[in-house]
């Protein structure tokens, strides 16, 4: 988890600045195509909360970020900017350590149904997603 958010928020540093960018902020130049693959990247932190039975606040959380990152991916230049500083998968792999975190602190494991809640919210989620990059798609071809 955090190699991966690493790797799509935070692997280049610019130099002379504390400011850092990644994968995702690369690929999501790409209209369209380009968003979709750094939401169903990002989606594998999404997976790895649900594996190890992240709470469904946590799991809401993290799909709120990518819906956010997502959402905002659509629009052109201005959602390459806001990739750049929302940083959606350094966000939601903070979630899920700071769970796992207060897990072994707690000694507790709690997964009781946040797995099938996940499941359906990420289908939605997907197919929300390429519902509006679709129609952004057919708006800018049309």
Do not use: C
């Amino acid at each position: 988890m955090e190699k991966l958010a690493w790797l799509l928020d935070g692997v280049v540093r610019i130099p002379g600045t504390r400011w850092r960018f990644g994968l995702d902020s690369l690929i999501g130049l790409f209209p369209g195509v380009g968003d979709v693959a750094g939401m169903l990247l990002g989606a594998g932190i999404l997976y790895q909360g649900v594996r190890l039975g992240a709470p469904r606040p946590v799991i809401v959380g993290m799909l709120r970020n990518l819906v956010v990152d997502a959402a905002a991916g659509v629009i052109p230049v201005v959602g390459d900017l806001f990739d750049f500083a929302y940083r959606a998968h350094r966000r939601n792999a903070d979630l899920l350590i700071e769970h796992l975190d207060r897990v072994q602190a707690q000694a507790q494991v709690s997964r009781r149904g946040s797995t099938v809640l996940a499941m359906m919210l990420a289908a939605g989620f997907i197919a929300v997603s390429l519902a509006v990059l679709w129609a952004v798609w057919s708006w800018l071809l049309g």
